[in-house]
């Protein structure tokens, strides 16, 4: 079992940062890869970045070079760093871990951008 707890998420204006972070706990060693996902109102929940135990990455086109999915081994925890944030980035961020058998989700974290 593995249990995920995000924070960071809050209310910010266009073009300013927010760092959100996951933090794991449980059977850690079993985890091959984590991920960050986003659920906006009446939308699909969609796929926005993924780091494996490798360090390698892969984000969603839309945000590309604005956000940054980066881990600390040491603390079992994730980050999202989310740069030049707009509208559009509005949603609730969820921590996804993968593991060999299935994936496990934490509570979420409100990210609001408006002026």
């Known amino acids: 079992q593995v249990q995920l707890v995000e924070s960071g998420g809050g209310l910010v204006q266009p073009g300013e940062s927010l760092r959100l972070s996951c933090a794991a706990s449980g059977s850690i060693s079993s985890i091959n890869v984590m991920a960050w996902y986003r659920q906006a109102p009446g939308k699909q929940r969609e796929w926005v970045a993924t780091?494996?135990?490798?360090?390698?990455?892969n984000y969603v086109d839309s945000v590309k070079g604005r956000f940054t999915i980066s881990r600390d081994n040491a603390k079992n925890t994730v980050y999202l760093q989310m740069n030049s944030l707009k509208p559009e980035d509005t949603a609730v961020y969820y921590c996804?871990?993968?593991?060999?058998?299935?994936?496990?989700w934490g509570q979420g974290t409100q990210v609001t951008v408006s002026s």
């Open positions: 780091i494996t135990n490798g360090g390698v990455t």
């Open positions: 996804n871990a993968k593991t060999y058998y299935r994936g496990y």
